[in-house]
């Protein structure tokens, strides 16, 4: 859960523009003006950029409700985990 946390958290930075993403889904589109038959198969595709948020509520990208979730179950986790054991 922590490391789904911390990934969230990268995840949303790059959202917010903190830091950089991996080039493959954040980096400069490149333009594909050549004629050939890989050219019209580009234009049919949208690709998901990972440094902008598909969607967002009350200003939180799902990435960063990923990291609100994620420590909260972290949290009741190590609740439950020090309950079990001092019940023992």
């Not at 990268?10 to 400069?28: I, K, L, M, N, Q």
């Not at 050939?36 to 950029?49: A, E, H, Y």
């Amino acid at each position: 859960m922590l490391v789904s946390a911390a990934l969230g958290a990268y995840h949303a930075g790059v959202e917010w523009r903190f830091w950089a993403g991996p080039t493959d889904c954040s980096g400069p589109v490149t333009d594909f003006t050549t004629k050939g038959p890989l050219l019209d198969q580009l234009q049919s595709i949208r690709v998901v950029r990972c440094d902008e948020a598909a969607w967002r509520f009350l200003g939180v990208s799902l990435a960063g409700f990923n990291v609100i979730v994620s420590l909260a179950l972290a949290a009741v986790a190590v609740f439950g985990f020090s309950a079990g054991n001092r019940a023992s």
